[in-house]
């Protein structure tokens, strides 16, 4: 089992789109990152762990889970940082092949030392691209072998279908 640990308000503040989001939404910046975390999940596989500091969140330690992506927001005096080296730790083992995203140097010289691989913010913004071109693609090829429907729905209705076809509801 792959595993891809990720560093939250670094990628945040590493991929242009959300750097520009976080300066007038915060909140918002973060629910982008897990959306586009629950696609690469879903198109590879792999388990995602979103971390975010607390120290923008006060608050107690919390974790939840999002579409399929586990998010944790580290407690109180504890940084992502450190709770990405604790999770590296306890899930390397010989079945399973830990990545950490980040572009904080620091945090990939203790990740290696942790047995895990690194995913620098921008290799991922660009298999994150990829990937999404190869879901638009792959949805462009369905649609055009699908039969169109005869009954057309409102593009709301259609939302929540598809949001509930994804377990979203």
Do not use: C
């Not at 945040?12 to 982008?32: C, H, M, T, V, Y």
């Not at 792959?138 to 994804?166: A, G, T, Y």
């Amino acid at each position: 089992m792959d595993i891809l640990l990720v560093d939250g308000y670094n990628i945040i503040g590493a991929w242009p789109f959300l750097q520009r989001l976080k300066k007038d939404n915060l909140s918002e910046a973060r629910n982008q990152l897990i959306e586009k975390m629950a696609e690469y999940q879903a198109y590879t596989g792999y388990r995602v762990i979103i971390v975010f500091d607390a120290h923008l969140v006060k608050g107690i330690e919390k974790k939840q889970k999002n579409y399929r992506v586990e998010v944790i927001f580290t407690r109180e005096n504890e940084t992502a940082d450190e709770r990405i080296e604790k999770l590296a730790i306890s899930l390397n083992n010989i079945k399973t092949q830990v990545y950490v995203a980040t572009s904080d140097f620091t945090e990939q010289w203790a990740i290696f030392g942790q047995g895990a691989l690194r995913k620098s913010a921008r290799e991922l913004l660009n298999e994150m691209d990829s990937i999404e071109g190869r879901i638009k693609h792959r949805v462009k090829k369905i649609e055009e072998k699908r039969p169109s429907s005869k009954i057309l729905f409102p593009d709301d209705v259609m939302e929540k279908l598809e949001k509930w076809r994804r377990g979203n509801l």
